[in-house]
C-alpha cells in the first residue's frame, strides 16, 4: 500500500515572522537585562575608575588605527564602514555565544569599559556636553547590541538546559 503525501506550499507571512521573532527576543529579555546590566555595570566603571596608563594606550592606538581606516572616506563610505561592522560584531556575538555565553558576556564588559572610559575622556577635553553627541549613535547602535549579545547569551546556556526541546 503506498501512502501518498501532500506536499503543503506553506507561504511566507512576513507579520507571522516578525511576530516569532518579537516573541523569541520577549523569551530571552532577562538574559538582554543581564548583558545591558554588564554593559553599565563596566561603562560606570571605565568612567569612574582611572585604567592603567597601558589600557587606556592600547585603546588609544585601537581608536588611532580606526580612524587612520577611515580616513578619507565619504559619508556614504562611512555609513557603510559602520554599519557592516556593527553587523559583523553582532553577528559574531551571537553566533559565538553558543560556547556558554563567553564571549557575549566579555564583549558586553569591553564594550561597555571602553564607552565609560571614552567618556571621561571626552567629559575632560571638551565638557559634559559632549555625551550628547554620542547619544544619536547610540540610540541605534547600543540596543541592536544589546539584543544580539543577550540572544548570544541565551544560546549558550541552551547546553546547559536539561530539555533542549
Known sequence: MKIKSKKTKKSFNLFEEYRKCWG???EAKIFIGFVIGIFLLFAL????????EIVQNNIMDFIKDLLKQTEGMNQLELIKFILLNNIKSTFFGMLIGVFLGIFPIISAIANGYITGLLSLISVNNGGILTLWQ????????LPAVFISLGLGLKLGTFILKKDKL
Do not use: M, Q, R, V
Not at 134 to 141: A, C, K, N, R
Open 24 to 26: 523569541y527576543i520577549k
Open 45 to 52: 566603571i571605565g568612567f569612574f575608575i582611572p585604567a592603567p
Open 134 to 141: 554620542i547619544l544619536p549613535h547610540g540610540i541605534f547602535e
